[in-house]
């Protein structure tokens, strides 16, 4: 290859790939390393270096610096292509191992085939460096949206031209479910990750990630745009139903209907984007019950009982309206649980206050019972949230006569039986300990002290079939039980059930 061929070379890749000419004269280099070696019929290395002025090329033959080995010929494994330290060092005594000694060689030259590899050399290292300018351009674009036009389509997969020698790749999994698409179509999605793998996609692309919905909001509503209104969170069935939460910065902007535009044109736009996937915009609100009430419309929510310790909401609702709020498979509760982050569990109006009811029945009928009062004071306490006699044993006075009705003698009477009670309660509950023995065959069972038997056997445990019956953490709560120890009691206290199905199969 001509000096000037080497230049003409360099300035057409570089301008038509839009590559800097340094990854050209690097791949030309390769390309002629590797023409070079091909001429031997042993390893060797190789190293070409071309002036990127004049485009003249010089070779030099190469060997690596090793430790000297006794073990082979020379001190060296591999002779064509290494040197031994000390005889490198006759040379150059400042040369250290892995450092290259050199000899400059003649140029190869070209035949039909070394010009051929050399070609399919440099095509592959302009590719890499193309694929690398992708990746860089793009990597800043994760999380954005992306548009493009369909270039070909492989088993529901989609390949995206993004235009600038770039394709993006939308897996099967990632299309809208019964979307139908066509080359040619323009087509949006969400960029969710770029690799710089040297071969297959680097662009991955969603339609059914709801970061897409948020995105759309974002390009189809000013005010989102702006950032006058929050998109604060999606939850998608792609292609069927969505939810999103919105909130506005600004008093004055109702953000539910800025979102939806005039007859709903907005948002209208936005679900022909997504294949008709129909959009409930919800109202979202720092009151974590109101926000579940909004996101669970159009249901009307009769009330809510919520359990923050299992972070969880029991949501009543009329029986006429009960299909509405569990939606078609239990698709209106799943995106509102999945918008809210609360576990939704929708309950029959009617049957709630049946259970309700019944509670308080038991509630008022127990504190007549244990208190000794009539039904008006003890539906009284209920009302005003007392649950257990414990409770109003230990509550503060103060807040007992805030009740109304409720006067200083009636306060300490309802206190003072209801210490009486919890005394009388730990009393009987210490002769139980005292007086309940275990049965034999849980004395006598391996591993088990006498001490443990018996405090079992307060607590109902009193025989092994009791004992196979339980699960390791019903048991950690004894002193100087473990989970190892209580395991193995309990395998031990199921031994005769083996046995027995043993014994069965034999037969």
Request: proline share 3%; net charge negative.
């Amino acid at each position: 290859m001509a000096d000037k061929d080497v230049l003409l070379v360099v300035d057409v890749f570089s301008n038509e790939k839009d590559i800097e000419k340094e990854i050209i004269f690097q791949a030309i280099e390769s390309a002629l390393e590797s023409a070079t070696i091909s001429r031997y019929e042993f390893p060797i290395l190789a190293r070409v270096s071309i002036d990127r002025e004049s485009g003249a090329n010089t070779t030099y033959r190469r060997w690596q610096v090793v430790e000297k080995s006794d073990e082979f010929p020379g001190g060296v494994e591999f002779p064509t292509t290494q040197i031994a330290l000390k005889i490198a060092q006759l040379d150059d005594p400042e040369i250290e191992v892995d450092d290259f000694v050199e000899d400059e060689i003649e140029p190869a030259e070209f035949g039909r085939i070394s010009a051929q590899a050399a070609k399919q050399v440099i095509i592959h290292k302009v590719r890499e460096a193309e694929r690398k300018k992708v990746a860089d351009a793009y990597m800043d674009k994760v999380g954005e949206l992306l548009t493009g036009v369909i270039k070909r389509i492989e088993k529901g997969s989609v390949y995206m031209d993004l235009g600038g020698n770039a394709d993006a790749y939308i897996p099967r999994e990632h299309m809208i479910p019964r979307e139908t698409v066509r080359v040619g179509d323009r087509i949006r999605g969400y960029l969710k990750e770029v690799r710089t793998e040297v071969r297959g996609p680097q662009l991955f692309v969603s339609r059914t990630a709801p970061e897409l919905l948020l995105a759309l909001f974002r390009l189809e509503v000013p005010e989102v745009g702006e950032g006058l209104i929050n998109v604060l969170g999606a939850a998608r069935d792609p292609g069927s139903r969505a939810k999103v939460a919105v909130r506005s910065n600004d008093l004055r902007i109702d953000p539910v209907g800025a979102c939806v535009g005039m007859r709903g044109s907005r948002v209208q736009t936005i679900s022909n984007e997504l294949n008709g996937e129909r959009i409930d915009v919800i109202l979202w609100n720092e009151n974590e019950a109101q926000f579940v009430i909004n996101a669970m419309a159009p249901a009307e929510i009769e009330s809510i009982v919520v359990d923050e310790d299992k972070h969880t909401m029991d949501v009543a609702v009329s029986t006429d309206s009960l299909s509405q709020a569990i939606g078609r498979g239990g698709q209106n509760v799943r995106l509102a649980t999945e918008l809210t982050g609360w576990e939704l569990n929708v309950r029959d109006a009617d049957e709630v206050n049946k259970d309700s009811e019944e509670v308080l029945h038991k509630l008022v009928d127990g504190f007549k019972e244990q208190l000794n009062v009539d039904q008006d004071i003890a539906t009284v306490l209920v009302e005003v949230g007392f649950n257990t006699v414990e409770e109003i044993a230990y509550v503060p006075s103060s807040e007992m006569l805030e009740i109304d009705g409720f006067d200083a003698e009636l306060v300490e009477t309802l206190r003072s039986r209801a210490k009486d009670i919890l005394l009388i309660n730990a009393i009987a509950s210490e002769e139980k300990i005292e007086t309940a023995e275990p049965a034999e065959d849980l004395l006598a069972m391996e591993g088990m002290s006498e001490e443990l038997a018996f405090e079992l056997a307060s607590k109902g445990i009193i025989t092994m079939d009791d004992l196979a019956e339980q699960a390791v953490d019903d048991l950690l709560d004894y002193e100087g039980v473990n989970e190892e120890v209580a395991a193995k009691l309990i395998m031990k206290a199921r031994e005769p059930w083996f046995a027995n199905e043993n014994s069965e199969g034999e037969k």
